[in-house]
């Protein structure tokens, strides 16, 4: 009988009493890509390109190339993605502590919302009534955004453009001013980036990016699986590629969830 706390689990991820819930997007070159208005420069999706494949160029082995933008599918935003958070320190992807990529995670759900009004909001009267229930979000959580929005099939509903932009859930700046105060270690969102859509016309302009990213915490878009998370309880490990200088990138993202 082991009896220290990484022993315990061990054993528990071994009898599953413990299960590893995978919050990642297959990535693909289907995988949709945030589209900006035109004036700004798009980031490519990925594209993959055979090295060898058992064959003259690689007789025994097989491997690929691949391109892609820094924020393709489940993806990590670092704090130097934004200007904001430009002259933060430890602000590039290989520079952040390790400490920092995982963290309890506290899942608020406005799925239900969601399936009225596609641009609903995360508010300060949400979290504070998570929190009635649930506790305080303590520092160094990840707060993930349950929209269900993932469950969404194909790139044109899961972008959801409209002739004005994109329609798609988010957080209310008030919100994220009460979650950089509550020390979070980031946001985490099932939709394409961390902002709503329609966050372009928000006082400031995409608040999940110029306040998280501007108090060096970080964003985690295209998640999925966030229904089978418990609101509190589950501990999230996402740690992006140490890319020097980068800005973010694609990551794997996992929970851990008691059974
Ligand atoms: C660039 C400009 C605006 C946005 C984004 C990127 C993202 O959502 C992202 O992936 O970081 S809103
Ligand atoms: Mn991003």
Redesign the pocket.
């Known amino acids: 009988m082991s009896s220290s706390l990484l022993s315990q689990l061990a054993d528990a991820l071994g009898n599953g009493s413990v299960e590893v819930v995978d919050l990642t997007q297959p990535l693909s070159p289907e995988t949709p890509v ?1 589209e ?1 208005p035109p004036i700004f420069a798009p980031s490519p999706g990925l594209s993959m390109q055979v090295i060898s494949q058992y064959n003259d160029a690689g007789p025994a082995w097989y491997w690929n190339t691949i391109t892609l933008g820094e ?1 393709t599918g489940t ?1 990590f ?1 670092a704090p130097i ?1 934004w200007i904001t958070g430009a002259q933060l320190a430890n602000n590039t992807t290989d520079t952040i502590p390790a400490r920092r990529f995982v963290g309890p995670a506290c899942v608020i759900d406005i799925s239900d919302r969601v399936a009225e009004n596609e641009d609903t909001l995360l508010t300060v009267e949400d979290i504070q009534s998570w929190e009635a229930e649930h506790g305080l979000i303590p520092a160094g959580a990840w707060l993930l955004l349950r929209t269900d929005w993932s469950k969404r099939q194909g790139r044109d509903a899961f972008l959801n453009a409209g002739e004005d932009g994109p329609h798609s859930p988010g957080f209310h700046p008030g919100a994220v001013r009460l979650l950089a105060e509550r020390d979070v270690l980031g946001v985490g969102v099932e939709t ?4 709503a859509g329609q ?1 372009a016309t928000f006082d400031p302009p ?1 608040p999940a ?1 110029n306040i998280m990213q501007g108090s060096g915490r970080f ?1 985690l ?1 295209s998640l999925t699986n966030l229904d089978r998370l418990p609101p509190t309880g589950a501990i999230v490990i996402a740690a992006p590629l140490k890319l020097v200088n980068g800005s ?1 990138s694609p990551v794997r993202v996992l929970a851990l969830v008691s059974r």
């Open positions: 945030i900006l924020h993806h935003d993605h394409v980036g961390t902002d966050a995409f990016h964003g878009a973010g």
